[in-house]
C-alpha cells in the first residue's frame, strides 16, 4: 500500500490538472485502508505508543504543507510537533522494554533485545504456589486490611463490577478495603481511575501509589488482579532488570499476596517477576472476571449462612 502511494503520487506530480485528479483519489483511499490497517494492528497495551507516534505524523503532515505553501510557521512548529512525538514513543518503549519498530508494525510479546534473552535463561527463583477461589473468598474474610490492586487484566476482563461487590461484602463484615492505582495502571494514566468510577468505587477509597505504598506492610491481604510489572519487586532490587527504577507498588510487604494471573507469562515489559515466587504469595490462575465472580460467590454464600 505504501508502494501504491508512492508510485499515485508520483503520477499525480507529473500530470496535468484533470488527469492527475484519479492519482490523487486512489492515493487518498489507499492510505486511509493504511491508516486503520496500522492502528487496528496494534494491541491495546500499546495504545500510549501509536496515540503519540499518530501526533508525531501529524507534525510531519503538516511540515510538509509548509514546504508547499513556503510558510516557515508551519515548518517550524510541525517539525517540533513531529520529532517530539517521535522522541516520546521512542521513549515510552525503552522504559517498558519494548521494540519501537515491534510495535508500530503490531507486533506483541517481549523485545526482540538482549535483555529479555537474558530475563528468559534465568531459572525460575522459587516455587509457585496456587490457590482455589474458595481458600481465597476465605483467606479475604479473615483480613482486616485489604489493599485491591487493579490492572490491566482486570480491563480486559471487565471485572471491576463484581470487584466493587467483594469490597462491598468485605467491608460489611468491618474489613478495611482500598484501592491501590499505579500511575500507568491500564498503560494509560487514569485508565483504573476511570473504570472503577463506573463500578461506582467511592473516590475515598481509591488511592494512589505514593499514597497507599507505606501501607503494605500492616496490610493483611493485597489483591492482585491482571497487575504485572506494576508489582515488581525486581524494578527496586534488580540492577540488571530492563524496568530497574521504575516505581512500583510494594504489594509484597502485605501479610499475604493474592496474584490473578492467567498464566505465569512474563509481563508487557517481557521479564519475569519475582513476585510470583516469594513466600507469602498466593497465585490464582485464570480468567480475572471467573475467579472474581467465583470468590463473590463465595462470600455471599458464606454471608446468607451467617444471616441464617
Known amino acids: ?19 492527475g485528479l484519479l492519482p490523487l483519489l486512489v492515493m487518498t483511499a489507499v492510505a ?49 510537533v513531529g520529532s517530539s512525538g517521535a522522541i516520546l514513543s521512542y521513549i515510552m518503549c525503552r522504559a517498558m522494554n519494548r521494540s519501537f519498530v515491534s510495535v508500530i508494525l503490531g507486533g506483541f510479546g517481549a523485545d526482540e533485545g538482549a535483555a529479555p534473552a537474558r530475563q528468559a535463561t534465568r531459572e525460575p527463583q522459587g516455587e509457585v504456589k496456587p490457590i482455589s477461589s474458595g ?11 485489604v489493599v485491591i490492586v487493579p490492572g490491566y487484566g482486570m480491563a480486559v476482563a471487565q471485572a471491576q463490577y463484581p470487584l466493587y461487590e467483594i469490597a462491598q461484602l468485605l467491608q460489611n463484615r468491618g474489613v478495611r478495603v482500598r484501592f491501590a492505582i499505579h500511575p500507568v495502571a491500564g498503560r494509560l494514566p487514569g485508565h483504573m481511575n476511570v473504570l472503577l468510577a463506573e463500578a461506582k468505587v467511592p473516590y475515598d477509597i481509591v488511592l494512589g501509589m505514593e499514597e ?29 532488570s530492563p524496568i530497574y527504577g521504575m516505581p512500583v507498588l510494594e504489594v509484597w510487604k502485605a501479610a499475604t499476596t493474592i496474584v490473578m494471573k492467567r498464566s505465569m507469562a512474563s509481563g508487557y515489559a517481557g521479564v519475569e517477576n519475582p513476585l510470583f515466587f516469594k513466600e507469602n504469595t498466593r497465585m490464582l490462575f485464570g480468567d480475572a472476571k471467573k475467579n472474581v465472580d467465583a470468590i463473590l460467590l463465595e462470600l455471599r454464600s458464606n454471608a446468607a449462612l451467617a444471616a441464617a
Open 135 to 145: 481458600d481465597a473468598a476465605g483467606l479475604l474474610e479473615e483480613a482486616r486490611s
Open 212 to 240: 497507599i505504598n507505606d501501607d503494605f506492610p500492616t496490610t493483611d491481604l493485597a489483591l492482585v488482579i491482571g497487575a504485572n510489572d506494576i508489582v515488581n519487586p525486581g524494578a527496586l532490587d534488580d540492577t540488571s
Open 1 to 19: 500500500m505504501i508502494v501504491v502511494c508512492l508510485l499515485m503520487g508520483g503520477r499525480f506530480l507529473g500530470a496535468t490538472s484533470e488527469a
Open 32 to 80: 486511509g485502508v493504511l491508516g486503520v490497517h496500522l492502528v487496528m494492528a496494534i494491541g491495546g497495551a500499546d495504545m500510549p505508543v501509536v496515540v503519540s507516534m499518530l501526533n508525531s505524523y501529524s507534525g510531519w503532515a503538516a511540515a510538509a504543507a509548509g514546504f508547499m505553501l513556503d510558510n516557515d510557521l508551519l515548518i517550524i512548529t510541525g517539525a517540533l
